[in-house]
């Protein structure tokens, strides 16, 4: 919802009311799709916005198999201040879904992916969901020699390190609360990805908004400047960054250039207002505004 001037206590009529499918994963299928990629989203879905969300996808040309539960699919709206320049989300808690439904959800994955070339995990886990999930999902896909990514924080993502992904990617604050402790100085910052490294992640990506991401494998670390843009809405590029960086290491470049193109796609979300909403050409414009440091 667009106001001119957001009011506390007060009536406040917004000049535009997007409505359409966002979270995590949906971003980053979005996203993808845009890019020319071919993404099969799944998860959890339940109620008539769970319905809203797959009819979505099928306008989207997204393929989705999703676990129908009992929970209603939630709801999220993002207050776009113009005045202030501002965004506030609102954003309804997850609801608990029964342990079988991920059990469930682990034979969906495990269905589709032989058929695929990465696996990407997005976000936070249902109340009560099992910590070890994407560590489960993890083992599956290096088993079978599919890229894994994990975009996660805290016990899930810690969980996950013990079948060593090939790729995570928290932003700061998630990675300060995987390491649980405050991260101030970008030298804190890389010994919590040199740690995170050590307990079993090939690669790790950190995000920090406006802010220089960092990259860091085996053999070097990146400090990746972001294009300077006007930004409408920001949230969402966080999964833009990770649907960028997954479609170019699928292209076989390096962790740093892959970087290049999910700074450029983070960015280019940044200038639509709804998230996981962009244009493929700003994303190739923009990639040449990125800047690499090797460090």
């Known amino acids: 919802m667009v106001f001119r001037k957001l ?45 809203d969300l797959l009819q979505f996808l099928a306008s989207r040309g997204i393929e989705a198999d999703f676990v129908p539960v009992a929970a209603s699919t939630r709801q999220c709206i993002s207050v776009l201040d113009q005045a202030a320049n501002s965004v506030t989300e609102l ?27 990465a696996v990407v995990m997005s976000g936070s886990l249902t109340p009560g969901g099992p910590a070890d999930f994407y560590q489960r999902v993890t083992q599956t896909a290096q088993e079978l020699g599919v890229l894994s990514m994990v975009d996660a924080q805290g016990p899930p993502l810690i969980a996950a390190l013990g079948a060593k992904p090939d790729l995570v990617k928290p932003n700061r604050m ?27 992640a090939a690669r790790i990506v950190v995000t920090a908004g406006k802010l220089p991401a ?8 990146w400090r990746i400047h972001p294009p300077s843009v006007s930004t409408v809405n920001p949230i969402g590029s966080g999964d833009a960054f990770t649907a960028g960086l997954v479609w170019r290491l699928l292209q076989q470049e390096t962790l740093g250039e892959a970087c290049r193109w999910a700074a450029a796609a983070g960015a280019a979300n940044a200038l639509s207002a709804m998230p996981g909403e962009l244009d493929r050409r700003d994303v190739e414009r923009l990639a040449g505004e990125v800047t690499l440091e090797t460090l």
């Open 214 to 221: 960092l990259a860091l494998d085996e053999e070097r670390l």
């Open 174 to 200: 998630e990675l300060a609360a995987t390491v649980q402790r405050a991260l101030n100085r970008e030298s804190d910052v890389v010994a919590a990805m040199r740690e995170v490294r050590k307990r079993g």
């Open 91 to 117: 954003v309804e808690e997850s609801r608990p879904v029964a342990l079988s439904d991920y059990d469930t959800l682990k034979t969906v994955i495990q269905k589709r992916l032989p058929a695929c070339r």
């Open 7 to 51: 009011e506390l206590e007060a009536v406040n009529r917004a000049v535009e009311t997007l409505d359409g499918a966002a979270g995590k994963s949906i971003n980053v299928a979005k996203v993808l799709a845009t890019l020319g990629v071919r993404p099969v989203a799944t998860g959890f879905f339940g109620g008539q916005r769970g319905q």
